[in-house]
């Protein structure tokens, strides 16, 4: 049996600071680790709250402060440690230097890896400022096959039915508005659910850009079970997974097989 105890961290954001951000968070790491946590997710957006609006001030380099501050923390913890940024492609063309938003994964070995995420939120006019990702990822984490989404993601069930097979655990963190929590927290679960993994999803809370934002950050098993959830306060979710609760899930309910 392979085991993991994942860290969700619920957190406020200082708007559009992200020195104020990582001082924030640095502590609130070190105390996940201190719980016992291989793996710590951070929220979309942690470093500087969803301000894509105005890239010129949120846009960072690819290996940015913000991944750098991720990459410091798995190495100086020895822990995994992710969240989403702004970052600008190394290879963005010139006339299109649009930031991704860009999910950073941080192992303790100094690696990076990272998922753009495909789908920006148009109903908020996002693509018009940030350039969508192409490629769907999986990583291998301690055992665990982890496949990486960004909040708006949650709602194309045909990108996590792709990548059922290779994977153990979703994480998707995510800066969802309280006026449609109902649908985070619905979304969360069928993507377990239906896909018989554990999925994270670690959202913020306060308020940021006009926007309330209500947490209600979910751990979950692989037969939609709630693990750990939090609303409305800056918390630390913790859970223990393993990889034989999916296994078992698979083997005794044999429904992936029937996707046509």
Same mark, same amino acid.
């Given at each position: 049996m @392979?085991?993991l105890?994942?860290?969700?961290v619920?957190h406020?954001?200082?708007?559009?600071d992200?020195?104020?951000?990582?001082? /924030?968070?640095a502590?609130?790491? @070190?105390g996940a680790?201190?719980?016992?946590?291989?793996l710590?997710l951070l929220t979309?957006?942690?470093?500087?709250g969803f301000c894509f609006?105005?890239?010129?001030?949120?846009?960072e380099?690819?290996g940015?402060?913000?991944?750098?501050?991720?990459s410091?923390q798995?190495a100086e913890?020895?822990v995994w440690v992710g969240g989403s940024?702004p970052?600008?492609?190394?290879?963005?063309?010139?006339?299109?230097?649009?930031?991704?938003n860009c999910?950073?994964l941080?192992?303790?070995?100094?690696?990076?890896h990272r %998922?753009r995420?495909?789908?920006?939120f148009?109903f908020?006019?996002?693509? /018009?400022?940030?350039?969508?990702g @192409?490629?769907?990822?999986t990583?291998v984490i301690?055992?665990? /096959?982890?496949s990486?989404?960004?909040?708006?993601?949650?709602?194309f069930?045909?990108e996590?039915?792709?990548?059922?097979d290779?994977?153990d655990?979703y994480?998707?963190?995510?800066n969802?508005p309280e006026?449609?929590?109902v649908h985070?927290q619905?979304l969360?679960?069928?993507?377990?659910?239906?896909n018989q993994? %554990?999925?994270?999803?670690?959202?913020?809370v306060?308020?940021?850009g006009?926007l309330? %934002?209500?947490?209600?950050?979910?751990?979950?098993?692989?037969?939609?079970e709630l693990?750990a959830t939090?609303s409305r306060?800056?918390?630390?979710?913790l859970?223990d997974?393993? @990889?034989?609760r999916?296994?078992?899930?698979?083997?005794?309910f044999?429904f992936l097989?029937?996707?046509?």
């Open positions: @392979t085991s105890r994942v860290a969700a619920q406020d954001i200082v708007w559009n992200r020195q104020a951000n990582f001082d /924030r968070l502590p609130i790491i @070190t680790v201190a719980s016992g946590a291989g710590v979309e957006t942690f470093s500087t609006d105005d890239p010129a001030l949120v846009a380099p690819e940015g402060a913000s991944s750098r501050f991720l410091e798995a913890h020895g940024c970052e600008i492609r190394a290879d963005a063309a010139s006339d299109d230097q649009r930031p991704s999910f950073v941080a192992g303790p070995d100094g690696s990076q %998922y995420k495909i789908h920006p148009s908020a006019g996002e693509e /018009r400022f940030v350039r969508p @192409t490629e769907l990822v990583i301690e055992g665990f /096959r982890v990486m989404f960004v909040c708006y993601d949650l709602r069930a045909d996590f039915w792709q990548l059922a290779d994977t655990l994480l998707v963190p995510a969802w006026q449609r929590r985070w619905a969360l679960r069928a993507r377990a659910i239906e993994a %554990y999925v994270v999803g670690v959202n913020r306060g308020n940021g006009g309330d %934002y209500s947490g209600d950050s979910q751990i979950i098993d692989p037969q939609g693990l939090a306060t800056e918390t630390v979710l859970a997974l393993s @990889t034989d999916v296994a078992d899930t698979r083997a005794q044999r097989p029937d996707r046509r």
